[in-house]
């Protein structure tokens, strides 16, 4: 059977991604604070993902805990979650027609014997030229307010995205391909597993619609 990922998130767009995949899952989130960043944004997403991946190991017997942090780099600064409509147009017009880089720290912790594995990726966002209209529009849609950067490329944020080079899902919040890694090299081929399961789950739709097909009458 496939086993249980544990995300320390309270991320919608994380859980979202984690039940595309068709991946067992609970959430129990770290309450661990996301304070200010600054400094190296590598270091700041690898030790947040780590403390929370640590805090909620500490409140469970066993499985595999996903601690994860995100954020947004524009010149060397990191640019969090906007604090009201004003700080999100502000962030916005910086990024607007520019380059940036998105971070996010992957930490996976086993609650049994406590071994940890983490790993970062970066994703390069280049952003359209945006008019003032445009910013204003996009702010009050209410997409940008819980955000890091102030958009959702998965969202009509998408629009304002002309270009990325890395992993799309790193701007989502979840570098997939990430965490897959990781739980392999602790021994859970969880990809295999939930492939397996996926192609399974198929064969039993078709069987289904088989049967249907011949209750017809002829």
């Known amino acids: 059977m496939v086993r249980e990922l544990i995300l320390a998130s ?5 859980r979202e991604l984690l039940r ?4 067992p899952f609970r959430v129990v989130e770290s309450g661990v604070e996301e304070e200010g960043a600054s400094g190296d944004p590598v270091a700041h997403v690898l030790s947040l993902s780590q403390r929370k991946a640590s805090a909620v190991a500490g409140k ?4 595999f805990v996903v601690g994860v942090d995100t954020v947004v780099v524009l010149d060397r600064e990191i640019l969090g979650k906007p604090s009201g409509p004003e700080e999100a147009r502000a962030i916005l017009g910086k990024l607007s027609g520019r380059v940036h880089r998105v971070y996010s720290g992957v930490t996976v912790t086993r609650a049994e014997d406590g ?5 970062y990726r970066c ?3 280049r952003m359209r030229r945006m008019s003032p209209g445009e910013i204003d529009a996009y702010v009050a849609t209410g997409e940008p307010l819980d955000k890091a950067g102030a958009y959702a490329i998965q969202g009509k944020g998408a629009l304002l995205v002309e270009e990325i080079r890395g992993c799309f899902y790193n701007v989502v919040g979840l570098p997939l391909c990430a965490l897959m890694d990781i739980l ?11 492939l397996k ?5 198929n064969k039993k739709g078709l069987s289904h619609l088989q049967d249907v097909l011949r209750s017809f009458p002829p």
């Open 10 to 14: 309270a991320s919608p767009r994380r």
């Open 20 to 23: 595309m995949l068709g991946v």
């Open 60 to 63: 469970i017997g066993e499985g």
């Open 115 to 119: 071994k940890v594995l983490s790993d």
């Open 123 to 125: 994703t390069e966002v």
């Open 184 to 194: 392999a090299k602790m021994g859970w081929k969880c990809l295999e597993e939930v």
């Open 197 to 201: 399961l996926a192609y399974l789950d």
